[in-house]
Nanobody, 118 residues
Framework: QVRLVESGGGLVQPGGSLRLSCAASGTSFNIKPMGWYRQAPGKQRELVATFTPRDSTNYADSVKGRFTISRDNAKNTVDLQMYRLKPEDAAVYYC????????????WGQGTQVTVSA
């Protein structure tokens, strides 16, 4: 059983910063945290920032230059540093992990709320 625990969400003013963290625990052998997605009310879940299978990074156009993803393979954690937050960044942010071999199952955290408001 893999468990992904997210932390670091909260309320921040526009222009502020937050850092999200995700730790994988349990039977996580060969399951690697891959990145972050988000879902705003009434919208579909969308990619925010992820690592590709070749360990390069992939960002949504809307967050490029403002968000930075990092991963600690030894600790099985993945973080998302968010700068210059905008009201449109408000959403529930979900950590994603993936089994590294076929069938490449995806695993999700419970989500952490990010609210950007004055």
């Amino acid at each position: 059983q893999v468990r992904l625990v997210e932390s670091g969400g909260g309320l921040v003013q526009p222009g502020g910063s937050l850092r999200l963290s995700c730790a994988a625990s349990g039977t996580s052998f060969n399951i690697k945290p891959m990145g972050w997605y988000r879902q705003a009310p009434g919208k579909q879940r969308e990619l925010v920032a992820t690592f590709t299978p070749r360990d390069s990074t992939n960002y949504a156009d809307s967050v490029k230059g403002r968000f930075t993803i990092s991963r600690d393979n030894a600790k099985n954690t993945v973080d998302l540093q968010m700068y210059r937050l905008k009201p449109e960044d408000a959403a529930v942010y979900y950590c994603n992990a993936r089994f590294q071999y076929w069938p490449y199952n995806d695993y999700w955290g419970q989500g952490t709320q990010v609210t950007v408001s004055a």
